[in-house]
């Protein structure tokens, strides 16, 4: 209240004293050479003028420097003061719930996301006693693969409330978020703002997880970390790996790969079963032998296109890792339309040769081109080698056609090349204007010199090469299909081949490791204030000065 | 640049000036003033008895006729045109720029076009030409210089000067004898060497028989009205006085009378007898000036009707 009333004395004050001044008006005459040195009957009265304040343009600026100040000052105080008595002890607990995967590992006939939130409540009952007298408030946010902020300043029962509606979900663990929101918290102006928002001071981050706590703890210190590791070692058995060893040419699914580990002390016995589409059993093994890293692995080949289902018993304490559907799609050998009569190669890389094959068509060059099939067009141009080198006219550098091919050992080779329609697109060609390669994209075909040579010389080497290129290229038209694909934040559900089997997940059988305490959780002194503003003030304020300053030197009577 | 107004006269406002008059005798030839006779004009004066050695194709033979004998023909007499140079001298300082609205230098080019007008299609000869400065004068012969006037005055208003410098050094020879010499300004330069000189020249061309005519333009009766009394603060176009922050008081302005009457005293008795030819145009004290005062002024104005009065 002194405030006001010492603003008002100021202003009124002022305000006096531009009614007591005379508000000259200014004048410009002709005959103003004639006022010179008039002091001597210069009239020095100073008469109560309450229009003197209304003309002088100066005043209401001068008001504003005025009331700028004081509240700038008042501003000063009032902050320092305000500072004083918002310095109250605060709990503020931004509780970060691990909603990974391995959550759902059972321990003590309990999942651990259930020990999680019993580590909340105690939590927060520990927090509710220390802050007793002080305020208190909680931030609730999960984290897995992604972090999630379910309440920005949620009471302890609803707190509660929330956490017993959280599960696992099937996905794996991102620490770094982790990482991420101490950083956050590190960030004085953002955290102050975010904590302004949310009307929740963070003053303890509360990481409830299964996983032990890491090294980069001890570099946070913005705000205490406790880091409550939940989990107790328990045995696990899984898949920890699962791939197509596919052909190398064609990519098609050869074999598929197993890989099983055991976690903790394994079983005495664990059975493995796989599938086929028809339901017929495939494999059906048992692990008894966990030698070395107790991890086994295995392969078998399957023999018909579609999903397999892979099984562990027993399983373990972590349910997602025990069975397995897997999609194979490509299979086996590559069938050919050859319609060339060498019929070697094929023979040698174990193709199926099936007339009227849609997979791929080799015929000669000069046959009609017009098939929707992948056709590769074979030449004899290395039956009519020249006798000396040609060199590179130009080739497409990005063609598939030309990977790995050293085109400087090409152009000893002296090839020649055919006429070719004119929708083929020529990939190297000659000085003399002869296509050595070339390919088209709709339909797919692609020509090549000739087939393989099988010489250990430039020729054997590079039609070798161009020839697979060709293949590869022509087969790959169609994208290869993964055996299947791990969930994700945008698709946490299982299903349409999707599988939980992130890396680390299914390793319950470490030893926690916890880095703080329940009873860490007390209040601590904060700081409670806004954004000072009092600076910009006495800014504005010192602007309005200069404009003041320099209109009274420069703006006439009027604004003096 | 000045910005000129419309000259608030007509031309044909002019030649009825004109006409006017040259209807009437000048009274007398103040400052040593001679007209100079030069041919004759095509307006009729009267008829006259011939006389040996008047021109035989002024004769009027049917009037003879009806006026009885042969031995009394008569001859028609015209009107005898009386042709000179007008110099018009404009003061262009700073102070001639005040005041508002209408300035003493919008008046002063006002009254120098509206001569130029009046004399230019009697063939008369004027020439305007800057008081202070160094700039050449503008000279303008007969008639047929009347549709350059327009331009000759945008000529002239771009220069203004606060040069202190007389310029007479253009002015030598456009002051020949019988010219006028009309010098328009508000005698608030300093009275100095340079004023000095002025007077000299002025007293000079009026020994050589120039008819000098110095029109005072007054407007300290308005801008000392509009200045009123109280706290004011003083400014001109280019000087500030000193103090220029001043409780104006009747005592001041008293002051400023006498202080402006000494200083305009100081050159008049300089130019004397020219000072008699003084023309005084004062500012009407309690309302502005405005177009419809320049007219009624010019209009009453005895001294300047003289200029084209006929000679006795």
Redesign the interface.
Known sequence: MIFVWLMGGFIGLMVVIHMAR??????????????????T?????RRWRPGNPLRSYALPLRLLFLLLLLVAFWLTFAERISGQVDMRQTVGVWLLMDTSASMSAVQNGQTRMEWGQLEASLAIAHALEAAEGSDICFRLSTFDMARRNLHSQADPSLLLNLLSQLTPRPLGTDVSLVRTIAGELSLDDGDMEDNIETGCPVTHLLVITDLPAPDWLAEINSVPIIWRDIAVPVANVGFTDLYAIRDPITGLVNNVHLEVTAFGVPPASVQVTVEGPTGRIIMDEQITDWTGAQVWRNSFTPDEEGAYQLRLSPGGAYAYDDVAEITIQGLGQLSVDWQLTDTTLPNLLNWHVVSGSQDLRVVAYDRPSDSTVPTLFVGNSYEHLANQPKSILDFDEGSPLLTDVNLDAVEQLGLTGPELSTDFIPVLRGEDDSIWLAQRRNPPAAYVPGLPVFRDDNLGRFSTLVFLNAVHWLVQQQPTIPLYTLTSPDQPELGDGRLALHSGEGNTATFPFSQGELDDLQPIRTQHEGRPVWHMLLSLAAAIFLVERGLAAYG??RW? | MIHLEKLPLTQEDLDQYRFKAQKKSRPSLLGGHVGRRKGQSLAFREYAPYQFGDDLRHVDWRASARYRGSKDWLVRRFVAEEQFKLVISIDTRPTMNLPTPISKLQVAFWLAESLTRIALPAENSVVWHHLFGHTEVQELRDSRALKRVPQTIHQFATITNSDRQVNLDSLQKHLPPAAIWLIITDLYFNFDKQSERLAQRIREAQDGSRWVILLELDSWPYEKDKLGLGPRELKGIDFIPEPNRLQIGKEMIAEVDRRIEKHKSQFLEAVEPAGSNRVHWKWPASTSYTSATFKKQFNADKKLQQLFMRDK
């Open positions: 005379p508000h000259y008006k200014e004048h410009c005459l002709s005959q103003a050479q004639f006022f010179v040195d008039l002091t009957v210069v009239e020095t009265e006439g009577g003096r």
